[in-house]
C-alpha cells in the first residue's frame, strides 16, 4: 500500500480554540478526480503517542477530541494511496473541524498541494507547515516509508535558473523534514525544472499550476 499526504482541513473563520474544548472532527474519504465518496479503512489516533485509537470502514467519519491532544487519521483503499492528515485543536471553528481526504491511485506521483514559497525563491512560507508537519507524521509512524520529492517550476524564463530552482525548492523541504527528525537517507530529491509541465498555455494560472512540489512513494 502507497502512502499519500494531502491536507485538506477547511477553514472558513478565524480559529477559536481553548483548552478545555470539546471539538468535533468530521469528513468524507473521497476520489480525488470524481469527488465520489469511497469506502475506506479509516484509522485515527493521538499524535505522536498513539495511546487513544480507533479503525473502521466507511466513506465518512467523526469522532471527538479533547483539550492540547493532536490526531493523526489515515485512509486507505485498494489500489489506492493512502492518505494521512493531521489534526490539531487549533484549526476549530466553532468547536468543529472539518477535513476531506482524496485517495488516487496507486503509484502516481502527488502534488504537495498546500506547499508555499516566496516567489521566484526556495524560502517556504508559514502557510506550509500544518502539511509538512502532517508529512513529518506520516512518515515518523511509518519508518519504513521512503520518498522522492520531486521539483518543478513553470517554462517561462532561463531554463538552468528554473532548474536551479526546482532543485533548491525541493531540497529546502527535505531540510524542514530532516529537521524534525526524519533520516535524510529516507529523501531522494529530483530537480525537473520546466521540463515537465502538466498545464499548457501561458496564462498566469496554468503558469502557477506547473508550479509544483511533488511526492512519490518508494518505499513503504
Known sequence: MKYLFVLLACVVAEPTFSQNSEIAVSGKVK???SGKGVVAKVTYKSYPTGGLSETFNDSTFSFLIFGSSKYFITAEAPNH???????TPQQSVGNKITADIELVPSGEAIRLTHLIFDAGKDVIKPASFDQLDGLVAL???NPEMEIRLEGHTDNIGNAQLNMELSEKRVLAVKKYLTSNSINKKRIQT????G????????????RAFN???EMRVLKD
Open 211 to 213: 508550479r509544483r512540489v
Open 195 to 206: 521540463t515537465k509541465p502538466i498545464a499548457k498555455g501561458s496564462t498566469e494560472e496554468a
Open 31 to 33: 476520489q480525488a478526480i
Open 190 to 193: 529530483k530537480a525537473f525544472g
Open 81 to 87: 494511496v493512502k492518505n494521512g492528515i493531521l489534526i
Open 139 to 141: 512518515m515518523k509512524m
